[in-house]
């Protein structure tokens, strides 16, 4: 891929801005400020169970050029310092709000730089839909990985043009962005990531031609797997699958880690919504951090 060189747009923060109807695509990023869920979420709660101070970051919107378009992120770091280890956070189907801009403010308050691109900037704004099948068949299944990956490389610039240290790189998605995780952690310059309950398998297509499943033998980066054991969306004979595929591949592919939380579904980490569960979510939250250290992004 190539991509133009990278631009940076810091902007101001707007504090206690909310999402309103007919939000454009910047005024949407701008909700994960404050408040603002897209209607689709589905059995969203009054707010989020966890709410994490800005106190001592830096936190905003930003804009980062990859292949002549301007991506939209919002970051979080602690304030005043450099050489900053980079986690890059990848979102639900939902796009950034005010969840995915919490768990920026957590990965900064222990020590991150984290970076969360919107990734359907191009395609259309999650805010917009009330309607799962309509988000998902007119913007989520229209981004391309190839996509996705080269934004992934924008944020990673940005990191290291904005006091993040681009030798440590981590990166970690939830649903949707568990699934790019795997595949990010198979092609980006990243040295481990964690997968929150991210699909595994799953038909080829032009815009995804590969899947976690096909990439197992072949990972340049560490994974750590996080998934439920009553997720409906991800069976797991398609876990104990990837596991077999990654025993076989290469060293990065054969020190991936599962946890597997019993009693547990899909979407645990989200504490917005009504499948959060504080146990498994707690957990992983630590072993997240943990995964990270062992692996030298810390």
């Known amino acids: 891929m190539s991509y133009h060189d990278l631009q940076n747009d810091l902007n101001s923060l707007l504090p206690g801005q909310s999402m309103a109807a007919g939000a454009s695509r910047r005024t949407a990023l701008k909700a994960a400020l404050g408040v603002g869920y897209a209607a689709s979420a589905g059995s969203i709660m009054a707010q989020t169970a966890v709410k994490t101070s800005s106190d001592g970051l830096t936190t905003g919107e930003i804009n980062f050029e990859v292949a002549g378009f301007k991506v939209p992120a919002f970051f979080a770091a602690p304030a005043g310092k450099t050489n900053l280890p980079v986690v890059l956070v990848v979102h639900e189907i939902f796009g950034v709000h005010e969840y995915i801009a919490d768990t920026c403010r957590r990965f900064a308050q222990a020590g991150y730089l984290a970076v969360a691109p919107e990734f359907f900037a191009r395609q259309g704004d999650p805010a917009k839909y009330g309607e799962m099948a309509k988000l998902m068949s007119e913007v989520v299944s229209k981004v391309p990985d190839a ?100 025993a076989t591949g290469t060293a990065a592919s054969k020190a991936a880690q599962f946890v597997i939380y019993p009693d547990t579904g899909h979407a645990f980490h989200a504490d917005y919504r009504a499948s959060y569960r504080q146990g498994p979510a707690d957990d992983g939250w630590k072993r997240c951090l943990a995964w990270f250290k062992a692996n030298g992004v810390a």
């Open 147 to 246: 996509q996705v990956l080269a934004d992934l490389d924008g944020a990673v610039k940005w990191a290291g043009a904005n006091g993040g240290d681009t030798a440590r790189v981590a990166v970690t998605g939830f649903c949707w962005g568990g699934r790019i995780t795997w595949l990010y952690a198979a092609y980006g310059p990243v040295r481990t990531g964690v997968a929150w309950y991210g699909r595994l398998v799953g038909a080829p297509s032009d815009l995804l031609p590969k899947h976690p499943i096909d990439l197992a033998t072949s990972m340049r980066a560490p994974v750590l797997g996080l998934y439920g054991e009553k997720d409906g969306g991800i069976p797991l004979d398609t876990v104990d699958k990837m596991k077999a595929a990654l």
